[in-house]
Structure formats: structure tokens, C-alpha cells
């Protein structure tokens, strides 16, 4: 059993930060890919940071250079570190997953996995 939960959530002004956790429990021997997505009311939901295993990162257009993802594989956490926070920016942000589990039988990829959302709300 996998089990993605956000953290880090909240009411923040215009201009402000906040970063977001995202903890993987469970029987996992590590996260690879992760990405942050987020869904505004009346529009669908979209990618706005990823992460792979090895590092590499890549950005939605309008979060680039303001939103930072990052990694603690012992801590089994990926963060998303947002800065200079808009209006625009206030949606659910998910985390989604795929991981590495481990069974009696071995250690075995489990792909796609959700975490339930946390609200970000971005106003004065």
C-alpha cells in the first residue's frame, strides 16, 4: 500500500511563499519520478513541476523561475518551493508518483500513484 500526503497548504498575500511536502509511506524503497500538479476551479488540472530519479527538473511556463521542486530520498519527500506566489497560482496542488515498492517476492515498480490535494489560496 502507497500512500502520498501533502502538506504545507494555505492562505498566503501576494508575494509571498510557501513550500509544499509531499511523503510517500508505505512499503517503498524509493520514489522515482514525481510530479506537482494543480487543478484551479473550472479549468483542468495541469503539471506544473516534475522530477525524476536522476535530478533533472522541468517547469510550467508560468511558474518558471518563481516555483523550485526538489528531493529528500531518505525522507521519502519531494518539496515544491513556491516563491513570489500570484493570484493565479491559487488551485488543489496534487502530487503524483511512481515508486519502487517492495514485496516478499522482490522490489517491483508501482506506477501513478496520487496524493489527495491540498488547497493553496493565494489572495490579500
Known amino acids: 500500500q502507497v500512500q502520498l500526503v501533502e502538506s504545507g497548504g494555505g492562505l498566503v498575500q501576494p508575494g509571498g511563499s510557501l513550500r509544499l511536502s509531499c511523503a510517500a509511506s508505505?512499503?517503498?524503497?524509493?520514489?522515482?519520478?514525481v510530479g506537482w500538479h494543480r487543478q484551479a476551479p473550472g479549468k483542468q488540472r495541469e503539471l506544473v513541476a516534475s522530477?525524476?530519479?536522476?535530478?533533472?527538473?522541468n517547469y510550467a511556463d508560468s511558474v518558471q523561475g518563481r516555483f523550485t521542486i526538489s528531493r529528500d530520498s531518505a525522507r521519502k519527500t519531494v518539496y515544491l518551493q513556491m516563491n513570489s506566489l500570484k493570484p493565479e497560482d491559487t488551485a488543489v496542488y496534487f502530487c503524483?508518483?511512481?515508486?519502487?515498492?517492495?514485496?516478499?517476492?522482490?522490489?517491483?515498480?508501482?506506477?501513478?500513484?496520487w496524493g489527495q490535494g491540498i488547497q493553496v489560496t493565494v489572495s490579500s
Open positions: 503524483n508518483a511512481d515508486v519502487l515498492v517492495t514485496t516478499g517476492w522482490g522490489i517491483h515498480p508501482s506506477l501513478d500513484h
Open positions: 522530477i525524476t530519479d536522476g535530478g533533472s527538473t
Open positions: 508505505g512499503s517503498i524503497f524509493s520514489i522515482n519520478a
